[in-house]
């Protein structure tokens, strides 16, 4: 059963406006954590913002923040006044305190036009 | 302070060949990992390691295996390479803590002809 999905291979944004990229996850644990990453086109992933399951406040960090909705297992990203710089694959993944994996979703794209 | 490094950066191998990828980490981390980056379909694990002389499967671990015989370093070896083993091969390192974010290398590019 896939534990991540995103289900928005490719979004479009205005640049300067705000974009949500949607994660929903798939576990029966109560304790877990969430993690966003962004890929851009040379290749490198890098970590941008980490939501734990019994964290009281959605995560925030700089322009990036989540939007974590625990009943409904959704925990998307909200990138606000977009740059071109943010043009990337974003990942969304899952860490179980059962496992040692941290498994991963599909990705979207994100463009942002000038 | 390099953190987590991956060589070669590309490789290009015929059908039954060998090779090995090598990935080292400088943040004396216990945790390593291999994936597996194919299009669409995100990051999978071949393979991690919990400290140094342990190894596990991951969710594809068929045709690889791995050594950790030094801490800092993950060696990830195909023994007879196949077509489908083309793909970009990204090493990850991680702190102790269990939600610890996992830095990641550059990424090795793999075709297999």
């Known amino acids: 059963a896939q534990k991540i999905t995103q289900t928005q291979p490719g979004m479009f944004v205005q640049e300067k406006e705000a974009v949500t990229l949607d994660c929903t996850y798939d576990?029966?644990?109560?304790?877990?954590?969430l993690f966003w990453y962004k890929q851009p086109s040379s290749g490198e992933m890098i970590f941008l913002i980490y939501?734990?399951?019994?964290?009281?406040q959605n995560a925030t960090e700089g322009r990036y923040s989540l939007n974590f909705q625990k009943a409904r297992k959704s925990a998307n990203l909200v990138i606000s006044a977009s740059q071109l710089g943010d043009s990337a694959m974003y990942f969304c993944?899952?860490?179980?305190?059962?496992?040692?994996?941290?498994?991963f979703g599909a990705g979207t794209r994100l463009t942002v036009k000038p | 302070n390099a953190g987590v490094t991956q060589t070669p950066k590309f490789r290009v191998l015929k059908t039954g060949q060998s090779m090995t990828l090598l990935c080292a980490q400088d943040m004396n981390h216990e945790y390593m990992y291999w994936y597996r980056q194919d299009p669409g379909m995100g990051l999978r694990l071949i393979h991690y390691s919990v400290g140094e002389g342990t190894t596990a499967k991951g969710e594809v671990p068929d045709g690889y295996n791995v050594s950790r015989l030094k801490k800092q370093n993950f060696l990830l070896g195909l023994e007879s390479a196949a077509p489908s083993q083309t793909s970009v091969y990204f090493c990850?390192?991680?702190?102790?803590?269990?939600?610890?974010?996992?830095?990641f290398g550059p990424g090795t590019r793999l075709t297999v002809l």
């Open positions: 993944a899952m860490r179980e305190p059962s496992s040692d994996d941290m498994r």
């Open positions: 576990t029966s644990d109560p304790s877990y954590g």
């Open positions: 990850a390192s991680k702190g102790a803590g269990h939600y610890n974010e996992q830095f």
């Open positions: 939501q734990g399951s019994y964290d009281q």
